[in-house]
């Protein structure tokens, strides 16, 4: 099991230029399990994310992985425990599937330690996980956003990392692909341990999955806990500014999310259902 590794933010003041982002942030991540990060658009998600797998240095506080800095440490050795897929990855023209999926080893290389077996089952793995062995030999260039987003998902796997930063890795997938590359992280969790942070959009999805909910609010912690304790009616009206009821997931058992529109009356609880038969009467 991989899930003896901590990552925190402590104080973290973050943003570009003159404009600040994230304000004074302290959260932890539960290690081993899987977490994501929610909140309305341009609220830090992804600059949070930025900064915890540093590519982001902080104006102020600091981000810690096992007790050290993280942008203090050697970006080799950060590599080798903590991967990142970001949001709009960019392939080198003309690179085949196999080749960008390789490039997840390459923290594993050095001068005394050359590509070898164990890469080639890394890849293999990470493949055939994410279902893109057959685009192997196609460029990327090629690929469909659905599938060029399975490849890198594919690359990060191929990593091999303990701690895993996704920013919304079901972008441009579909329905059955969303779930399907949901379930393969919760497998990847279940059975090596690995810690899973991911900023998703869809938020009933973020509570199916996630075992811990971040939510972010103009640039700071608005709440953070288990599905159950984040996702309710007035936490989704603070932060996304949207009325709803919430209510159990037929499937997960989790909280369902369900948003009310302007043109959407809320029957009181009491009131009867309405068949089809009624709603073709009252035509």
């Given at each position: 099991?991989?899930?003896?590794?901590?990552?925190?933010?402590?104080?973290?003041?973050?943003?570009?230029?003159?404009?600040?982002?994230?304000?004074?942030?302290?959260?932890?991540?539960?290690?081993?399990?899987?977490?994501a990060?929610?909140?309305?658009?341009?609220?830090?998600?992804?600059?949070?994310?930025?900064?915890?797998?540093?590519?982001?240095a902080?104006?102020?506080?600091r981000?810690?992985?096992?007790?050290?800095?993280?942008?203090?440490?050697?970006?080799?050795?950060?590599?080798?425990?903590?991967?990142?897929?970001?949001?709009?990855?960019?392939?080198?023209?003309?690179?085949?599937?196999?080749?960008?999926?390789?490039?997840?080893?390459?923290p594993?290389?050095?001068?005394f330690?050359?590509?070898?077996?164990?890469?080639?089952?890394?890849?293999?793995?990470?493949?055939?996980?994410?279902?893109?062995?057959?685009?192997?030999?196609?460029?990327?260039?090629?690929?469909?956003g659905?599938?060029?987003?399975?490849?890198?998902?594919?690359?990060?796997?191929?990593?091999?990392?303990?701690?895993?930063?996704?920013?919304?890795?079901?972008?441009?997938?579909?329905?059955?692909?969303q779930?399907?590359?949901?379930?393969?992280?919760?497998?990847?969790?279940q059975?090596?341990?690995?810690?899973?942070?991911?900023?998703?959009?869809?938020?009933?999805?973020?509570?199916?999955?996630?075992?811990?909910?971040i939510?972010?609010?103009?640039?700071r912690?608005?709440?953070?806990?288990?599905?159950?304790?984040?996702l309710?009616?007035?936490?989704?009206?603070?932060?996304?500014?949207?009325?709803?009821?919430?209510?159990?997931?037929?499937?997960?058992?989790?909280?369902?999310?369900?948003?009310?529109?302007?043109?959407?009356?809320?029957?009181?609880?009491?009131?009867?259902?309405?068949?089809?038969?009624?709603?073709?009467?009252?035509r």
């Amino acid at each position: 099991m991989t899930s003896n590794h901590s990552l925190s933010a402590e104080r973290l003041t973050l943003g570009y230029g003159e404009r600040t982002v994230i304000e004074s942030l302290d959260l932890a991540v539960p290690p081993g399990r899987i977490t994501a990060i929610v909140g309305a658009n341009a609220c830090g998600k992804s600059t949070l994310l930025r900064s915890m797998s540093r590519l982001l240095a902080p104006r102020e506080g600091r981000v810690v992985l096992d007790g050290k800095e993280v942008h203090r440490l050697p970006a080799k050795q950060l590599a080798r425990t903590l991967g990142l897929l970001p949001q709009s990855p960019i392939a080198p023209e003309g690179i085949t599937v196999a080749d960008l999926v390789g490039r997840g080893r390459h923290p594993h290389q050095s001068v005394f330690s050359r590509w070898n077996d164990q890469d080639d089952a890394a890849v293999d793995s990470a493949l055939e996980a994410t279902r893109t062995t057959e685009l192997a030999d196609r460029s990327v260039d090629e690929l469909s956003g659905g599938q060029r987003q399975r490849v890198w998902i594919a690359m990060a796997l191929a990593q091999q990392t303990d701690l895993l930063l996704l920013d919304e890795p079901t972008t441009f997938l579909d329905a059955s692909h969303q779930i399907e590359v949901l379930d393969l992280l919760t497998d990847l969790n279940q059975a090596r341990g690995t810690t899973i942070v991911m900023v998703l959009h869809d938020l009933n999805l973020a509570a199916r999955y996630a075992d811990h909910l971040i939510a972010l609010a103009e640039g700071r912690l608005h709440a953070a806990g288990t599905p159950e304790e984040v996702l309710t009616c007035e936490n989704v009206r603070a932060v996304f500014g949207l009325d709803s009821r919430v209510i159990e997931d037929p499937v997960s058992l989790r909280p369902l999310m369900l948003p009310i529109g302007r043109h959407h009356v809320v029957p009181p609880r009491d009131a009867p259902a309405r068949t089809g038969v009624a709603r073709e009467a009252g035509r």
